[in-house]
């Protein structure tokens, strides 16, 4: 059975920093771009930051450069994404997917695998 489980998510004031995982099984995860996408009330859903297969390139949307950090362990089967400095508008569910493609044009649809996301408020 394939999954993706996102996890460490929570309740953090403004500056403040949190790291999320996202565990794959049931697949070669380490063929896949691993990809974080996020939706807050009332918005849609964003692609945030990805890392390519095999810790190829990674990318990362305007709002969080330097802010948000993106690493795989294919040994393992997670990546990581390290967010520091957070803001009252990085509030969102925060879900990760596994595809092709990594970047800009990365469409959340398009993924092969998704997980449940999970949830990051940002108290100011």
């Known amino acids: 059975e394939v999954q993706l489980v996102e996890s460490g998510g929570g309740l953090v004031q403004a500056g403040g920093s949190l790291r999320l995982s996202c565990a794959g099984s049931?697949?070669?995860?380490?063929?896949?771009?691993i990809g974080w996408f996020r939706q807050a009330p009332g918005k849609g859903r964003e692609g945030v930051a990805c890392i390519s297969a095999s810790n190829g390139p990674s990318w990362y949307t305007d709002s969080v450069k330097g802010r948000f950090g993106i690493v795989r362990d294919n040994a393992k089967n997670i990546v990581y994404l390290r967010m520091e400095n957070l803001k009252p508008e990085d509030t969102a569910v925060y879900y990760c997917?596994?595809?092709?493609?990594?970047?800009?044009?990365?469409?959340?649809?398009?993924?092969?695998?998704w997980g449940k996301g999970t949830q990051v408020t940002v108290s100011s």
């Open positions: 997917a596994a595809g092709d493609l990594c970047g800009g044009d990365m469409n959340y649809g398009d993924m092969n695998y």
């Open positions: 049931g697949f070669t995860y380490d063929d896949y771009s």
